[in-house]
């Protein structure tokens, strides 16, 4: 989130505390989901790191916001719901408990599952996971478009009530394509 109050969020982090007792897995997603409601944003993404060998709290948690008992799914599926994909990152190895529940959660939320066998090579799936969410050639932006030329695709089409394009792939148009639609 923007830093507009840095004391607020510097309070806040300092008062954050750790027990021990495993990932808390329905707490982060439901944080994540109550903190990217509602956002318009183009790219909302949550990359979860957890333990593959300790994520606790994967059903009959209390979600913070209603404190009705849900399973981490449900909270995942409130995130697909909200147009918000969730990646993740685990630290273990293939013989780790979590591991499947993990994937399975990564697989649900439309993203990815990596998996870490050292804390060194979490940078490497962190950047991996960025740079494919933030691939140059998409450009994720609100824009109109308009017909350049007749094509029978667009029969039909009122251009003056369609809705704004949330974004498109930068791309330079093949020799011999006809170009039709123009932002």
Do not use: C
């Not at 957890?50 to 009959?60: F, I, L």
């Not at 870490?116 to 996971?129: P, Q």
């Amino acid at each position: 989130q923007p830093p507009e109050d840095v004391e607020r969020l510097s309070r806040k982090v300092r008062a954050t505390w750790a027990s021990g007792g495993g990932m808390v897995l329905l707490d982060a997603l439901a944080e994540a989901r109550d903190g990217l409601a509602g956002a318009d944003t183009p790219l909302r993404h949550v990359i979860l790191f957890a333990d593959a060998s300790d994520a606790v709290e994967q059903k009959r948690g209390v979600d913070p916001a209603s404190g009705e008992k849900r399973d981490a799914a449900d909270i995942v599926d409130d995130l697909v719901a909200d147009s918000v994909t969730l990646s993740i990152i685990g630290l273990g190895n293939q013989a780790s408990r979590d591991v499947p529940y993990l994937r399975e959660l990564a697989e649900r939320g439309g993203g990815n599952f990596y998996l870490a066998r050292r804390a060194r090579d979490l940078k490497t799936f962190f950047v991996a996971e960025t740079e494919r969410l933030t691939d140059p050639s998409l450009v994720e932006e609100r824009i109109r478009v308009q017909p350049l030329r007749w094509h029978a695709a667009l029969r039909g089409v009122e251009w003056a009530g369609a809705p704004a394009l949330r974004g498109h792939n930068a791309v330079e148009p093949r020799a011999g394509a006809r170009l039709l639609l123009v932002s």
